[in-house]
């Protein structure tokens, strides 16, 4: 594993960490009786125990690295990539009410498709399309979750 992969995970694990205290804001209730924290706090201990495997593995490989039977990556910790992730997560956050939901999932999607993957045009706004509206159908129509309208007023 490379640098990037340690890095990564201790931010997941950041993440994970976050969303399980912050799912203690709400009533978490029982698995027969959830309630709106449970599911928050589900995910939040899944994505934990998954970084922390993915951390488990990139501290054996750095010292399969160091013992010389591994070439090490020579990798930075840091990638552009990375960080139009960590960006559009941030721009989906502060753009979601104000835009809405599809608006703002397909603009986020299309950036990654476009920036992230270097898809080509036609393939991006397909794809975004694809998946703004397939989030949606789940979403709201199939769970029922109320998503934000924003400018659409669907």
Do not use: H
Request: hydrophobic share 60%; glycine share 12%.
């Amino acid at each position: 594993m490379r640098e990037d992969d340690r890095a990564c995970s201790l931010i997941l694990l950041g993440i994970a960490l976050a969303a399980c205290f912050g799912s203690f804001q709400y009533e978490v209730g029982t698995f027969n009786n959830p309630g709106p924290g449970l599911f928050p706090l589900v995910l939040g201990a899944v994505l934990g125990v998954l970084s922390l495997i993915i951390l488990a593995g990139g501290i054996m490989a750095k010292r399969a690295a160091v013992q010389g039977t591994m070439a090490a990556g020579g990798r930075s910790i840091f990638s552009k990539e990375a960080l139009y992730v960590v960006l559009a997560l941030i721009g989906f956050g502060f753009l979601l009410v104000p835009l809405g939901f599809i608006v703002t999932t397909f603009a986020i999607f299309a950036a990654l498709l476009r920036f992230v993957t270097n898809q080509k045009w036609p393939v991006v706004i397909i794809g975004a399309l694809v998946l703004a509206l397939g989030a949606y159908v789940v979403f709201d129509v199939l769970l029922g979750v109320p998503l934000p309208r924003g400018i659409l007023k669907i």
